[in-house]
Nanobody, 123 residues
Framework: QVQLVESGGGLVQAGGSLRLSCAAS????????MGWFRQAPGKEREFVAA????????SYADSVKGRFTISRDNAKKTVYLLTNRLKPEDTAVYYC????????????????WGQGTQVTVSS
């Protein structure tokens, strides 16, 4: 069983940056691929970024490619999402999740989920 706790969300102006963190406990963190998803008000939850077990492989949604960077520190059992050049349409609750697959972009492949952290981007 893996417990995930996100942090780092907040209110930021358009063009600004935030670094989201997701701390894991329980399980063996280095054996899980990690993903970030987000859900805006009135919309379905969508994939944002994913990183493989050792961090060698990453994947991004087209909407964030070139602006967001996912990374992980297995020694700290933490995955990060650096969000740059934020836009109002990035406003959402951001969730991290863990999967035993090598890497995954579909939320149905993720078994463990955090509670989310709110990101609000003002125009």
């Amino acid at each position: 069983q893996v417990q995930l706790v996100e942090s780092g969300g907040g209110l930021v102006q358009a063009g600004g940056s935030l670094r989201l963190s997701c701390a894991a406990s329980g399980g063996t963190f280095s054996t899980y691929a990690m993903g970030w998803f987000r859900q805006a008000p009135g919309k379905e939850r969508e994939f944002v970024a994913a990183i493989s077990w050792g961090g060698v492989s990453t994947s991004y949604a087209d909407s964030v490619k070139g602006r967001f960077t996912i990374s992980r520190d297995n020694a700290k059992k933490t995955v990060y999402l650096l969000t740059n050049r934020l836009k109002p349409e990035d406003t959402a609750v951001y969730y991290c999740a863990a999967t035993t697959l090598f890497i995954a972009t579909s939320q149905r492949d993720y078994r463990f989920w955090g509670q989310g952290t709110q990101v609000t981007v003002s125009s």
